[in-house]
Each structure stands twice: as structure tokens, then as C-alpha cells.
């Protein structure tokens, strides 16, 4: 591990027992969502939420509207498509995306379709 992939997991880890938000309270577990999912690329940038994410990782960009300001960071959702799912966690803002969609890392993605596809109808919720 380089010098800069273990001072970026420490600063992670930091981040993430440190930070604490006020925001909108979270959705209730029981909600469930639907909309479109999409991919990204992460490629280790920082995602909104302060920490890199690798494409292989599985992670989401949440809506505005869910993403309430930073107070879902660091949660798990459970995306549903055609008997496929995936838990994702929660790392990053889509600004582009419409209330209830959501864009996942392509690792995240492949597990429920291929690449290929590009867009699916799916639904999520808090876990």
C-alpha cells in the first residue's frame, strides 16, 4: 500500500468517526424508492462525502433530495432489479439525478447488469 492509499484510508476513517452533520433526519428504513440507476467511474476521487472510492467499489451517489446535505453518508442501501440486488454505500452526491435515482460505482452496477445496458429501473431503500 503507497504512502498516499494509507494516509487517505486513515483520513477515511477519521472522517467518518468524526463527522457528525445536522441535517434533514434520515428516511425511514421501511421507505422504499424507485428510479432510474446509472454508473460512474469513481477512479478514487473524493466523493461528496469526504473519502475516495475505487470503481471496483460498491458505492452510490445519491439525489439532492436523499442525500439531505451529507446525513446519509456512510449508509447502505439495498438496490432491487429483476431478482438481482446489491447493497451500495452511500458516498457521494448526484446532482444530475432526479429524486429516487441513483448513480452506482460500475462495481456496484455490474451486479445487477451489465455495463451495457446503462440504465435501469430499480427500487432502494435505507438498510
Not at 477519521?14 to 445536522?22: K, L, N, P, Q, R
Not at 422504499?32 to 469526504?50: E, I, K, R, S, V
Amino acid at each position: 500500500m503507497s504512502f498516499k492509499s494509507m494516509l487517505a484510508a486513515i483520513l477515511a476513517v477519521a472522517f467518518i468517526g468524526s463527522t457528525h452533520v445536522s441535517a434533514a433526519p434520515a428516511p425511514d428504513a421501511a421507505e422504499t424508492f424507485f428510479g432510474d440507476a446509472t454508473w460512474y467511474t469513481p477512479n478514487g476521487g473524493l466523493g461528496a462525502c469526504g473519502a475516495p472510492s475505487q470503481n471496483s467499489d460498491l458505492v452510490v451517489a445519491l439525489s439532492a433530495d436523499q442525500y439531505a446535505g451529507g446525513s446519509n453518508c456512510w449508509r447502505h442501501i439495498g438496490v432491487h432489479y429483476q431478482g438481482q440486488f446489491v447493497d451500495a454505500t452511500v458516498v457521494d452526491l448526484c446532482p444530475g439525478c432526479a429524486s429516487g435515482s441513483i448513480d452506482l460505482s460500475t462495481g456496484a452496477f455490474e451486479q445487477l447488469a451489465p455495463l451495457s445496458v446503462g440504465r435501469l429501473q430499480v427500487s432502494w431503500d435505507f438498510e
